[in-house]
C-alpha cells in the first residue's frame, strides 16, 4: 500500500527544545516536501527536495531545517522550536515534479497523516 | 492580491444538493489546476486536476477551468454526506522560467457539511 508515513502524529513541547518530526515513503518517489497548515493561512510550503541530497526553500522555511540523504526519507527538523510553530504538519512526496503532468499514470501527490504540534 | 483566493465557508447543504466550489487566481502563469478533498484530522488527497480551460468529469465531481476569467470551480451533484469536508484548490506554475521546478500554492480551503 502507498503510503506517507509521519512520526510523531501528536506532540507537545517546550520552547527551545529540539526536535524531529520524520517522514518516510514506500513508493521510490524523488519529490518530497513538508507543509504546515494554520487556520486562516491554509497549507503553505516549507521545504521541499527534488530528489537525494537537493532540497530549498519553500515559502516558510524560518527555523526550520530538512535533510535528504536517503530517498525514502525526509525528517523536519525544528532546532529551537517556537510558540509559533505551533501547527499541523504534512509531509507529502510524489513519483516527480510538477504535480498533475502525468497524473494519468499515476504522478500524483500523496500527503501525510498529519503531526500535531504544539510548542509551549 | 493573494495569488489564490478561495472562501473559507462554512458551506452546508442538505443531502443530494449541487454544490459549487469557487477559487480565483490572479498568477496568469498558472498551468495546472487541481482540488484536493480533507477529511477532519487527515491529510489532502486528489481529487481532480486539469491543466485547460473547460469542464472535466468524474463520476458526479466536475471541475471546470477559465483561464481567461482565471477563475477555477468544483462541481459536487448529488452531494452525499460523506461528502463532508475541506475541500482545497491548488494551482501549480514554473518557480523560474526555463527550468522544471514548480511550485503548488494552495487555497485556503472551504469548509463543506452535507446534513442527511
Known amino acids: 500500500e502507498a503510503q506517507v508515513t509521519q512520526n510523531p502524529r501528536y506532540l507537545i513541547t517546550v520552547t527551545g527544545k529540539k526536535l524531529t518530526v520524520t517522514c518516510s515513503q514506500n513508493?521510490?518517489?524523488?519529490?518530497m516536501s513538508w507543509y504546515r497548515q494554520d487556520p486562516g493561512l491554509g497549507l503553505r510550503q516549507i521545504y521541499y527536495s527534488m530528489n537525494v541530497e537537493v532540497t530549498d526553500k519553500g515559502d516558510v522555511p524560518e527555523g526550520y531545517k530538512v535533510s535528504r540523504k536517503e530517498k525514502r526519507n525526509f525528517p523536519l527538523i525544528l532546532e529551537s522550536p517556537s510558540p509559533n510553530q505551533t501547527s499541523l504538519y504534512f509531509c507529502?512526496?510524489?513519483?516527480?515534479?510538477?504535480?498533475?503532468?502525468?497524473?494519468?499514470?499515476?504522478?500524483?501527490?500523496?500527503f501525510g497523516e498529519g503531526s500535531w504540534l504544539t510548542v509551549v | 492580491q493573494k495569488e489564490v483566493e478561495q472562501d473559507p465557508g462554512p458551506l452546508s447543504v442538505p443531502e443530494g444538493a449541487i454544490v459549487s466550489l469557487n477559487c480565483t487566481y490572479s498568477?496568469?502563469?498558472?498551468?495546472?489546476f487541481m482540488w484536493y478533498r480533507q477529511y477532519s484530522r487527515k491529510g489532502p488527497e486528489l481529487l481532480m486536476y486539469t491543466y485547460s480551460s473547460g469542464n472535466k468529469e468524474d463520476g458526479r465531481f466536475t471541475a471546470q477551468v477559465d483561464k481567461s476569467s482565471k477563475y477555477i470551480s468544483l462541481f459536487i451533484r448529488d452531494s452525499q454526506p460523506s461528502d463532508s469536508a475541506t475541500y482545497l484548490c491548488?494551482?501549480?506554475?514554473?518557480?523560474?522560467?526555463?527550468?522544471?521546478?514548480?511550485?503548488?500554492?494552495f487555497g485556503k480551503g472551504t469548509l463543506l457539511t452535507v446534513n442527511p
Open positions: 498568477n496568469s502563469a498558472f498551468q495546472y
Open positions: 513508493m521510490n518517489h524523488e519529490y
Open positions: 507529502a512526496s510524489s513519483l516527480t515534479f510538477p504535480p498533475g503532468s502525468g497524473i494519468s499514470s499515476g504522478n500524483t501527490i500523496y
Open positions: 491548488a494551482m501549480s506554475a514554473l518557480r523560474n522560467s526555463g527550468g522544471s521546478n514548480y511550485k503548488l500554492t
